[in-house]
């Protein structure tokens, strides 16, 4: 556990805890009396509602709409449906700058619903729902999908030879059973919608803020740091308790159930009303995932002359930017792809070590470093971007003109996943193994080479797959440690979203359009080396 906490130690909890203390400190003196006095202030209650209720409608809308698809997925055999699974799982690994800009491209002025309708949402609370529903989708298909296939469908086949029609059939033995999943997927939509950024940077415009948006505003916009640290401490504690519900869901789901394989589940659909449930499914899927994903890579190719690849051609050139960076955009993709390499290596290191002693200690000491390795996900990754640029400043850790800045920051993200898709593997090994190689010689590391290694193998490169594409579309702590001359690719697209003219907007189509490829190409990779049981990504 020693690297994993000092990895935190320092790139977590140091800057956060300094930022928070520039904010609250005056004099050296604690100032908690700024926490009333930013809690009462008409604007900032308007972000706390906005924030809350938006997270409940998303986390609804979502729930509504995902749940026919679980269990389409749960209990139909197809043609085709390795593939539909990933596809509705490309979302999920989309760095947000991306979802909003698609759905700008949906939505928004001159998009397809205004061309073909003259109708416009963007600037609207609807497609912030929209664009929350298109991310989080893939969350409640996997997360209940993965539980309703591996319940045995024979126990309400036998409350209907009871006599018990088939919704109370459904109402009193498969609800109960999977109502732990339920709450666990609701849980992390709420988590994901309640921290939003890109999306609502992008979608909501000047009238929507969340507490992420908020405090990115007060931090680099207004310079109100006792401001945005209050917000900070809010959203950490909102965070901390949402974490820990969802563990204690996860507890009871793991603990409560008898689950068979779920190949004895799946079967081909009956009658009408299941083929009609298959049609909707797949229509949902058609019109909420793959056409703002296909407007996007359309709006990339529609130039001024025609369509093409101007776009595409004009990130070559530093001139075309029109001043945004001191690079063509296109070295963004190459910075990018070095720095999600490196992150993932630091990711798979601090992840794959903390995973390792997660499985062989107990306590809560232990649940609660567990319940810490969770934190990135939803503490401001605003807060830890600025964060380190004022911690990480002078020696031993002057990491200011450092390259290795972007891959730490993207590293914290990404463990999260590393260790939620090794730490289900690795406590399936059998630790007789282990013991029966230690007792033949072999050093603890041999015997973690010889028997651990080759079991757990594969979902390690789901694990590495994961990271890579988070760390790839991190955004909230890089846009301010991200160098001019060493653009990222979300935060490319940021800026030039933030620029008028048509090329500018058109070449942030590409660029988004390239990292959703890279993205879905990792994603592809991952569905077919992974393992039964890689964890609940």
Not at 75 to 93: E, H, I, N, S, Y
Not at 236 to 242: N, R
Not at 388 to 403: A, C, G, K, N
Request: charged residues 15%; aromatic residues 10%; hydrophobic residues 55%.
């Amino acid at each position: 556990m020693a690297v994993p906490v000092v990895f935190f130690a320092l790139f977590f909890a140091y800057p956060v805890v300094a930022i928070v203390g520039r904010g609250l400190k005056s004099d050296g003196v604690w100032q908690f009396g700024r926490i009333g006095q930013v809690l009462t202030r008409p604007d900032i209650l308007d972000v706390l509602w906005f924030t809350s209720w938006q997270a409940f409608a998303s986390t609804a809308l979502t729930l509504l709409i995902a749940l026919p698809g679980a269990y389409v997925f749960a209990r139909f055999d197809f043609p085709g449906k390795q593939l539909l699974r990933a596809v509705v799982t490309v979302p999920f690994v989309l760095p947000t700058v991306v979802v909003g800009t698609a759905f700008l491209a949906l939505l928004g002025r001159g998009g397809f619903l205004d061309e073909l309708a003259g109708v416009r949402l963007d600037t609207t609370v609807w497609a912030i729902l929209l664009a929350h529903v298109f991310f989080n989708y893939a969350v409640v298909v996997r997360t209940v999908g993965g539980l309703w296939s591996q319940l045995d469908p024979r126990q309400e086949e036998a409350a209907r030879v009871l006599g018990a029609g088939r919704f109370a059939a459904w109402r009193r033995v498969t609800l109960p059973a999977l109502a732990p999943a339920v709450a666990a997927a609701a849980l992390m939509v709420f988590l994901f919608t309640f921290t939003s950024f890109g999306v609502v940077q992008i979608l909501g415009g000047p009238g929507y803020s969340t507490l992420e948006v908020e405090i990115y505003r007060q931090t680099a916009q207004l310079l109100d740091l006792p401001t945005a640290a209050v917000l900070t401490l809010v959203q950490f504690a909102a965070v901390g308790a949402i974490l820990a519900v969802h563990a204690w869901t996860v507890r009871r789901r793991e603990t409560a159930l008898r689950l068979v394989d779920p190949v004895q589940t799946a079967r081909r659909p009956r009658g009408a009303g299941q083929w009609a449930l298959l049609g909707g499914v797949l229509l949902t899927v058609l019109v909420l995932i793959l056409l703002p994903l296909g407007v996007l890579v359309e709006r990339s190719l529609d130039a001024p002359g025609g369509h093409g690849f101007d776009y595409y051609r004009a990130l070559q050139s530093v001139d075309a930017s029109g001043g945004t960076f001191l690079v063509a955009p296109l070295e963004a993709i190459g910075n990018s792809l070095q720095y999600a390499v490196v992150a993932t290596v630091i990711a798979l290191v601090v992840g794959g070590l903390a995973a390792a002693a997660l499985t062989r200690r107990a306590g809560r000491l232990v649940r609660g470093f567990d319940a810490l390795l969770m934190l990135p996900l939803g503490v401001s990754a605003v807060t830890v971007g600025f964060g380190f640029l004022i911690t990480l400043d002078r020696p031993p850790l002057d990491l200011r003109t450092s390259w290795i800045l972007v891959p730490l920051a993207q590293a914290l993200v990404g463990v999260p996943f590393v260790v939620r898709t090794m730490l289900p593997v690795l406590r399936a090994v059998d630790g007789r193994l282990r013991e029966a190689a230690a007792v033949l010689g072999a050093s603890p590391l041999r015997a973690w080479r010889e028997v651990d290694l080759p079991l757990v193998r594969r979902a390690l490169l789901v694990a590495a797959g994961f990271a890579f594409a988070v760390s790839l579309g991190e955004f909230g702590a890089t846009v301010f440690i991200a160098r001019p001359d060493n653009p990222t690719l979300p935060v490319a697209v940021a800026r030039l979203l933030g620029r008028s003219g048509e090329l500018n907007y058109g070449q942030a189509m590409a660029l988004s359009t390239i990292l959703m490829l890279v993205c879905a190409a990792s994603l592809l990779l991952l569905e077919r080396i992974r393992p039964d049981r890689s964890g609940e990504f």
